[in-house]
């Protein structure tokens, strides 16, 4: 790190110097091209010969002009020059060498120049170590990328690999995994509705052609589903087809069961549409009905995590830090079966080992 401050610091003093010399070579320039009130008056006296040759000015008159030219080209070549000025050049080429040399002074004091930047592979480690539910969701996407390199065939994981870039703000990530899950399963409408959802995100909410296609494949593989009959419904009235839009929502409102909490948006949006003649810019009021997690919906990608740490478990469970980890995870999730059958098969696994089962009995005691 030192290193990169003392090239830092010598870039930004050649930088200067190279400023102050093309400064200096433009001064140069100017200088060498004269004064141009002589050259003005030297073409004046040219053009007097000029007017007196064509007959325009009587020769007479031609020395009195001539003369008065003369003079005044006698005063501006005799005219002192002013005394070029320095001080600026000296505050840039100070500024160029000291504001470096004050960085590395600055970041000696306070800073950890010994201290080598962590490796984006040992982060990861260490966040696939924690506790899952302590993880943002950019560090849950890290370690799901990570997993799914070992798992590549596992399209759940891929699922819950979407859910967590999209939290993280990941939408052209989340579109990816997603198109990798439906290249392995293209039979699953969710899968199907998920990556429609995704290209609407890139498209900031507009329903394009990618996403009307994926939409349309999710209600061929399941007629009836009512988050592609939904969004292809709003594509409609998007694209001018107002009767046509407000017809097949009138047509999913009426299919919805009674105790769905998504029919009083759906025809809040119906009565504002028809209203209006045109959609609410602030986005669907009706939403992806129960059942298909939201591209935001991070939980699910813990809960994908937790799993994915489960399941490693079962093959290599000479971990008591992974079962520790795993039965606080469920406990944080408030997953209480799942937590008991885990804590059960871990204090099996260690039951000579009183030091392990103590450690499984607090982390079965986080709260909840």
Known sequence: MIVFWVIAAGLSAAAGGLVLASAQRMKQGSAEAGDPAVALLQRQMSEI????????????????????AARRLLQAADRPSAPARSGGERIVLATAILAPAAAVFIYLLVGSPGT??????????????????????????AV??????ERPGDTELLRNLALARQGAGDRYGAAKALRQAVA??????????????AFMSLSDGRIGVDARRAFGEALRLQPGAPVPRYFLARAKVETGDLAGGLADWRSLLADLPAADDRRAGLAAEIASVQKTGKLDQTGPAAGPPSGNAGAGDVGSAIRGMVAGLASRLESQPDDPDGWARLIRAYAVLGETEKQAAALARAQQQ??????VLQRLKTASEAPQ
């Open 184 to 197: 392995l399963k293209p039979d699953d409408p969710v899968l199907w509705s998920l990556l429609g959802e």
């Open 144 to 149: 799901l990328t990570q997993v799914s390199v």
């Open 350 to 355: 260690f039951r000579d080992r009183p030091d």
């Open 49 to 68: 010969d000029d007017l007196v040759a064509r007959g325009l000015l009587d020769p007479g008159e031609r020395d009195g002009a001539r003369t008065e």
């Open 116 to 141: 080598p930047d962590a490796a984006l592979g040992s982060r990861v480690a260490a966040w696939r170590a924690s506790d899952p539910s302590t993880l943002t969701a950019g560090q849950i996407a």
